[in-house]
């Protein structure tokens, strides 16, 4: 079934330490921010922080809800993967193991259930996935622990052979879906429309290349090659010969698939949310949509509708 989600969500990994330290009280404004904008959708994961990411989200929505002012706040989070002493992750597809894993969001998220529950990162664990992994998620969906169901991954190809075999409610693909990186229209999105999965993307910067195309930038958690950079700052003029942010058409660009449900873009202030929300309402010119696939940023069949 498909799953009707917020067009616009908060990745909170940022708020989990990822790559800088956030206070708690920047995390706090983040996640109050993402709540005046209307971003009520927020995606999470025991392995942002070893916790962090997750415990801070609770806390803040807790708050924000005895202070009224959060209807229809939607939370993603994942499992597969068990927290230890020590920062360290073991991975377990049992049912036991997934049922610890959501047990204990659920308690740093301070939420009888979650409205998505991804199995994270299952790349090579195809036989696990199929015996226990996946029968288990049903039951906690039956269970009504969990709304909904799905896949949460960076690479499609083991993503589109879960969604041939499953047909989930829902999945998640971080970088594969940008400006810069056209992966998941090659089978994964043409699947998820043919099943009726509906897709979120993440990751449309690219690890902050489309957001400030610098030198350091990083791109697919790595240091970005030079010819990427270019493409990068290529991408920027074009956009910016049309009065376009960059940012404003990488946060855009995934929604000219009709698979997609939801952008989620990672935050860690509340200036950021709100530069993000402000992209997201900019109105990108069908003129330059066609100018970036003229120079290989968009492909074109996703204009031929």
């Not at 109050?32 to 942002?48: H, N, Q, S």
């Not at 909904?148 to 190809?157: Q, R």
């Amino acid at each position: 079934m498909s799953v009707a989600l917020p067009r616009l969500g908060l990745g909170t990994a940022p708020i989990g330490n990822l790559f800088a330290q956030v206070s708690e009280r920047d995390a706090a404004a983040t996640v109050a921010a993402a709540v005046a904008e209307r971003m009520t959708y927020f995606d999470t994961a025991p392995r942002y922080g070893h916790g962090v990411a997750e415990d801070r989200l609770g806390r803040a929505l807790a708050n924000g809800a005895s202070n009224g002012g959060l209807d229809g706040v939607v939370v993603s989070t994942k499992a597969g993967w068990l927290l230890r002493p020590g920062e360290r992750v073991v991975t377990d597809w049992s049912e036991r193991g997934l049922r610890e894993s959501l047990e204990s969001s659920l308690l740093r998220l301070r939420r009888p259930a979650v409205d998505v529950l991804f199995l994270h990162d299952p790349d090579d664990f195809h036989e696990e996935i199929r015996r226990t992994g996946y029968p288990a998620a049903r039951r906690i969906r039956e269970e009504g622990l969990a709304g909904a169901i799905g896949f949460g991954m960076n690479h499609c190809e083991p993503l589109a052979a879960y969604v041939a075999e499953f047909e989930p409610d829902v999945v998640l693909i971080a970088g594969r879906f940008s400006l810069l990186d056209h992966d998941a229209l090659t089978t994964l999105l043409p699947l998820c429309a043919k099943t009726g999965t509906t897709v979120v993307v993440g990751g449309v910067f690219n690890t902050g290349l489309l957001a400030d195309p610098r030198p350091g930038a990083m791109f697919h958690y790595r240091e970005t090659p030079p010819e990427v950079l270019a493409r990068a700052r290529r991408c920027r003029e074009v956009c910016a010969e049309f009065g376009v942010p960059l940012a404003a058409a990488a946060v855009r660009f995934p929604y000219l698939h009709p698979a997609v449900g939801s952008v989620v873009v990672g935050c860690r202030s509340a200036e950021e949310v709100r530069a993000n929300a402000a992209a997201a309402r900019t109105e990108i010119p069908p003129e330059l949509w066609h100018r970036l696939a003229a120079e290989g940023f968009v492909p074109p069949e996703l204009l031929e509708a």
